[in-house]
């Protein structure tokens, strides 16, 4: 171990302006913000209306769930949905929009009567009709109003000044207005459906306040600008991994068991946390790796978690070395990517964790060697774990879609991300993706896969978000908390490329470590006798048109472990993970020995 041996990790870049991006030109590709002149006050009423749902809005929203039917909570969100009538008519009338006047009116006449009194939307469920949503604040901007300033405002949330003055007439329109009571009460029935999601993003994101500026601002641009999305479908790598929003957990209560506990490993500057769902029974332990980047919490973490559990183990999940949470509590100086390091501290982790479960629930219930597995980097993770380790270290250790090469992996993530660089058509294929998206996350998978993705849209899409997580990632490692615009864009501006060659190739080669050390690490092809040892435990889930591998890195895979590599040809990278069939595979590799795989065979 490098801290036992007095080998401390060089300086990192915390507090120090890290070298300048090799194309800044990446950062026209991030989409635009609202300006934010009064940031430190907005930041204020953020954090006072995330203090509140944490500590009122949800917890009551969990029990009033409880309590209330979801069918009887739908009712009165279609109720408050048509008494939104005479705001949508007027801005229609307003905005001179006539085929929107006659489908409100529709849609109010239909849902008023065959919907009794609006408490149903056959308007949308049997006729196809949907809302304009419209208000006045987009009136304003068809009529010319451009957006200047960001703000916002405690309980109201975030919005430009338009959109404030926009909203006073709104609610001079409302007929809920004129009775506050059943508003509050409406308005609290609709925070129902979204509390408990709108607390997780606020914890698992680095800085929720820019996030959530970018998404106001980018969603006023399209409802303003009446963007409809492209009807384009395409079936492509890129297009089938978007559908990897979709694994979700089965069980809409699992997260409601998980407990929240916190490590100190040696040599971490402070406790880091993770999950854990302990089994009432003596069960060995299952150590989820979630992919680059990704939060503890995230729904592909709890997800193969459930699976975990349902297989039988204490199922523990801590964030991604690459996220933020990691890096904050990890040691002075160091820097995730070397993979070298990166397991040093995943053991150590893994370690004190074990002990933190054994004192919560006794010695005896702890049992066994443990488990490892690993999705995307955290396959990568994993594998070089089992490659590592003497022989039995692991009773099992499952990988899905683990990269084997990290650079040519860095490589095809960049190229994801400037997909649109340079094309006329950028702004609309952002504007278009962005509705989708919004759209993905909301509707269950069966409608899901319905939803028209453009090649051009996905890959822009993966590329954002993965070029998000580096953007996370260095503003952490510089200490940077509360990030403006200006530097959230120029941390948009770094490629992953830009990352291993200008921060930690030099940080590495302070210890003597060169560039061909780096390589190596990040390669499993160089761990080739360790994953020898270990094949017996492994089993890896591959899909043959993974974007992150190229036909060598398949052979290679399939001469190594032979019968304990499961290849499915379609879902790109990850995109298979939600199909039922892929959860009933792993819940069988974990489980039991088994010579046949119902998803191989899909």
């Known amino acids: 171990m490098l801290w036992c041996t007095g080998y401390a990790w060089s300086n990192g870049f915390q507090n120090e302006p890290i070298p300048q991006s090799s194309r800044p030109e990446d950062a026209l590709l991030m989409p635009a913000m609202l300006s934010d002149p009064l940031e430190p006050v907005n930041r204020l009423a953020f954090r006072l209306d995330t203090a509140l749902l944490a500590g009122v809005l949800e917890p009551v929203a969990r029990g009033y769930n409880a309590v209330i039917p979801n069918r009887a909570r739908m009712a009165l969100r279609y109720l408050r949905r048509n008494l939104f009538y005479p705001r949508r008519l007027a801005n229609n009338l307003l905005q001179a929009n006539w085929s929107g006047v006659g489908l409100e009116t529709k849609r109010f006449v239909i849902n008023s009567s065959i919907g009794v009194l609006g408490l149903s939307d056959p308007a949308t469920a049997r006729y196809g009709l949907d809302a304009s949503n419209e208000d006045f604040g987009q009136t304003l901007g068809v ?112 997260y409601r068991h998980v407990r929240e506990l916190s490590c100190h490993p040696y040599g971490f500057d402070k406790p880091l946390s993770f999950n854990y769902w302990s089994q009432p029974e003596p069960s060995p332990i299952a150590f989820v790796l979630p992919g680059l980047g990704t939060h503890r919490i995230s729904r592909r973490s709890v997800a193969m978690a459930e699976i975990a559990h349902q297989a039988g183990y204490h199922v523990v999940v801590f964030s991604s070395p690459f996220n933020w949470e990691f890096i904050q509590c990890a040691p002075d100086g160091w820097l995730p990517g070397y993979i070298d390091d990166d397991l040093e501290l995943i053991r150590r982790v893994q370690d004190d964790i074990t002990s933190e479960i054994k004192n919560e629930l006794g010695e005896d219930k702890v049992v066994g060697a443990s488990v490892q597995i690993g999705m995307s980097m955290g396959g990568l993770y994993a594998l070089s774990l089992a490659s590592t380790s003497s022989p ?56 899901a896969i319905k939803i028209p993705f453009s090649d051009a849209e996905a890959a822009y899409m993966l590329g954002l978000k993965f070029r998000s997580v580096l953007a996370q990632a260095l503003l952490s490692i510089q200490g940077i908390y509360r990030p403006g615009n200006e530097a959230y864009i120029r941390a948009h501006s770094y490629s992953y490329e830009d990352y291993y060659k200008l921060i930690l190739s030099p940080n590495l080669a302070k210890r003597g470590l060169g560039t061909e050390i780096l390589a190596q690490a990040g390669d499993l092809r160089h761990r080739v006798l360790g994953l020898q040892r270990a094949a017996d435990c492994i089993q890896v889930f591959l899909t043959s048109n993974d974007f992150l591998l190229q036909t060598e890195h398949m052979r290679w895979l399939k001469q190594i472990l ?29 489980m039991v020995e088994s010579t046949s795989n119902p998803f191989m065979e899909k």
């Open 392 to 447: 039995g270290t692991y009773h099992r250790v499952l990988a899905v879609n683990p990269p084997i090469d990290l650079e040519h992996g860095i490589t095809i993530l960049d190229r994801l991300y400037r997909t649109l660089l340079g094309r006329d058509d950028q702004n609309t294929i952002q504007q278009s993706a962005f509705l989708k998206m919004l759209a993905l996350q909301q509707v269950k998978p069966e409608s």
């Open 143 to 254: 009529w010319g109003w451009e957006p200047k300033v960001y703000l916002h405002m405690p309980v109201l949330g975030g919005r430009s000044e338009r959109d404030v003055l926009g909203l006073a007439c709104d609610v001079l329109i409302d007929p809920v207005t004129y009775a506050p009571s059943s508003k509050m009460f409406l308005r609290f029935n609709e925070l129902s459906f979204s509390a408990r999601s709108m607390l997780g993003l606020a914890a698992s994101e680095y800085d929720p306040y820019t996030l959530n500026k970018l998404y106001v601002t980018q969603r006023r641009a399209v409802e303003v600008a009446g963007v409809k999305p492209m009807g384009i479908k395409e079936n492509t790598p890129s297009t089938q991994t978007i559908m990897t929003m979709l694994f979700r957990p089965e069980d809409p209560q699992f």
């Open 562 to 590: 032979g019968e304990q590599l499961n290849v499915n040809n379609n879902g790109g990278h990850m995109g298979q993970m939600w199909r039922p069939e892929f959860r009933d595979a792993c819940i069988q590799a974990l």
